[in-house]
């Protein structure tokens, strides 16, 4: 990933959001990383991916739940959709 300072970063912005289409920038002021540059089309996979990971341990947690549970049907009743 490609470092950049704040300063440098805002004087470059153009040069910045063309770089960032082929990878992330990092933006660091006083040396630190405060920020990072990224593809629209990388931001969505990384928010897609972090869902589909909250998905999969709700899943999990389910599955381990030992709450009663009521068939589809039953639901159905319950909700007069059946």
């Known amino acids: 990933m490609t470092s950049i300072a704040a300063n440098d970063a805002r004087t ?45 341990a709700a899943a999990r947690a389910a599955k381990e739940s030992t709450e009663p549970t009521i068939s589809h049907e039953e639901l159905m009743r319950e909700l007069g959709l059946a």
């Open 12 to 56: 470059n912005w153009s040069v910045m959001l063309d770089q960032a289409r082929i990878e992330p920038i990092e933006i660091t002021r006083r040396g630190r990383p405060v920020g990072v540059l990224v593809s629209p089309e990388f931001f969505e996979r990384a928010v897609d991916a972090l869902e589909d990971a909250e998905d999969l």
